[in-house]
């Protein structure tokens, strides 16, 4: 089992920015990818980014593309969702989640094993 912690979240103003961290301790070496998902008041659980440690693949939804960021630091067990030029529509939970199965698809937030507790991004207008 993989244990996650996520920082990072705040209240920000359109257009700022902010960085959340996410850090994986436990079983770590069995991880295929970690994904960071959200999830508004009301809405379901909604697919964010995904990076793979085989690959190096980075995927990101439309909503977030070309403003969010994922980036790594294997030396701290660490993944960092880097969100600029943030909007209110961006106010939710966000949650970072690993998942050590090789056949999983990232997108959907089933096909994960772990969990971090979240961490509540809100964006005034």
């Known amino acids: 089992q993989v244990q996650l912690i996520e920082s990072g979240g705040g209240l920000v103003q359109a257009g700022g920015s902010l960085r959340l961290s996410c850090v994986a301790s436990g079983r770590t070496r069995n991880t295929y990818a970690m994904g960071w998902f959200r999830q508004a008041p009301g809405k379901e659980r909604e697919f964010v980014g995904v990076i793979t440690f085989l690959a190096g693949t980075i995927v990101y939804a439309d909503s977030v593309k070309g403003r969010f960021t994922i980036s790594r630091d294997d030396a701290k067990n660490t993944i960092y969702l880097q969100m600029n030029s943030l909007k209110p529509e961006d106010t939710a939970v966000y949650y970072c989640?690993?998942?050590?199965?090789?056949?999983?698809?990232?997108?959907?937030?089933?096909?994960?094993?772990?969990w971090g507790q979240g961490t509540q991004v809100t964006v005034s207008s």
């Open positions: 989640a690993a998942s050590s199965d090789y056949d999983a698809y990232v997108y959907s937030d089933k096909d994960y094993d772990s």
